[in-house]
């Protein structure tokens, strides 16, 4: 990892949340910018957008990114179980309460059982959280997602649609572990050029992303047109809820304000991308992936403020198993 200035962290992070906002209200606008060029399908572009994201992580990934299991076994094991029971049990509880169209209601639980996502580690750093224990919750809670986000998409999503947990382990596989594997392939061989990639690849995440919330919401526009306003509210409640719990559970448990904190911002801040990528390949991606194309824009945004808040008000103890540095910006 890299040191990097808190101000600079912060500002990249509000002009990525701008840019997602601002290619929103384009896609709504002008969804035919973001539907076809020249008779090519945009949607075609989300899976392998997603995996050149993965690759990316995994280019930065090492050993190191799992000492925190050794280091600090309880935090992560709480850490990890909030992530797979409080965001599934929430998304379950809005989608019903909400009463909204199955498919609809089956991508509100879809972000909910998605890992945490990799603008929790530069959002954890920005609030003087615990950034170890950060890094290894969503590295533990990305290498879980094919076999925990089909399970819990079949046993909370299975009354809204069909969910076929096989084909959806190997699709997410696809998405995550694939990409992965070869970027640590890469991270060994070319490890001299591996400063240069970690430079490159968050630009690439930021815009890879903002295209896919742009093709997303192009794609789904008439049903936001319907459900938009509180789908949104939705998703609000969803995103908040996941700080609140995330925390109040971590202080319950008896873990300390930076780890707590830790637990608050990896429960909120979910993998948006790889949510949307399972309903493209669902074939859904027009309404079960409007859910996860808005918790981006909305997580960043609290998320946001969450930190910048926390950053002002240091934990008052500061111990933690190694020193705090900021992560490799990897935003999704």
């Not at 409080?86 to 498919?103: D, K, R, T, V, Y």
């Not at 630009?203 to 919330?213: E, K, N, Y």
């Not at 939705?234 to 908040?240: A, D, G, P, R, T």
């Amino acid at each position: 990892m890299h040191s990097e200035p808190k101000s600079s962290s912060s500002w990249k992070n509000l002009i990525y949340t701008a840019l997602i906002l601002l290619v929103v209200v384009l896609a709504m606008s002008f969804p035919g910018l973001f539907t076809e060029i020249g008779g090519f399908q945009l949607k075609k572009l989300i899976v392998p957008l997603l995996q050149l994201i993965m690759l990316g992580m995994g280019t930065t990934m090492s050993v190191k990114d799992f000492e925190g299991v050794v280091k600090m076994p309880r935090a992560v094991v709480i850490g990890v179980a909030c992530q797979f029971l409080i965001m599934p049990m929430l998304g379950f509880s809005l989608a019903n309460a909400f009463n909204f169209p199955p498919e609809i209601a089956a991508g509100v639980i879809l972000i909910g059982c998605s890992p945490s996502g990799l603008a929790s580690n530069v959002m954890c750093f920005i609030a003087k959280a615990n950034v170890p224990l950060s890094i290894t919750v969503t590295s533990i809670a990305t290498l879980l997602a094919p076999v925990m986000t089909p399970a819990l998409m079949k046993v909370l999503a299975g009354q809204f649609i069909e969910i076929e947990f096989t084909r959806m382990m190997i699709e997410i596989m696809n998405i995550i572990i694939l990409p992965i594997a070869v970027g640590l392939v890469l991270n060994r061989v070319f490890r001299n050029s591996a400063k240069i990639i970690n430079k490159v690849m968050p630009l690439v995440s930021m815009g890879g992303i903002v295209l896919i919330v742009g093709i997303i919401t192009a794609a789904g526009r008439e049903s936001l047109l319907t459900v938009g306003w509180t789908l949104a509210l939705c998703v609000l409640i969803h995103n908040l809820c996941g700080f609140l719990l995330g925390y109040w559970s971590a202080r319950l448990l008896r873990l300390d304000e930076q780890s707590c904190r830790t637990v608050a911002i990896e429960v909120g801040l979910q993998n948006g991308g790889l949510a949307s990528g399972i309903a493209l390949q669902m074939g859904k991606v027009a309404t079960v992936g409007l859910a996860p194309a808005l918790f981006g824009p909305i997580m960043n945004t609290t998320g946001s403020l969450l930190a910048t808040f926390w950053s002002q008000r240091p934990p008052k103890s500061t111990e933690v198993s190694e020193p705090v540095s900021a992560p490799a910006d990897k935003t999704v």
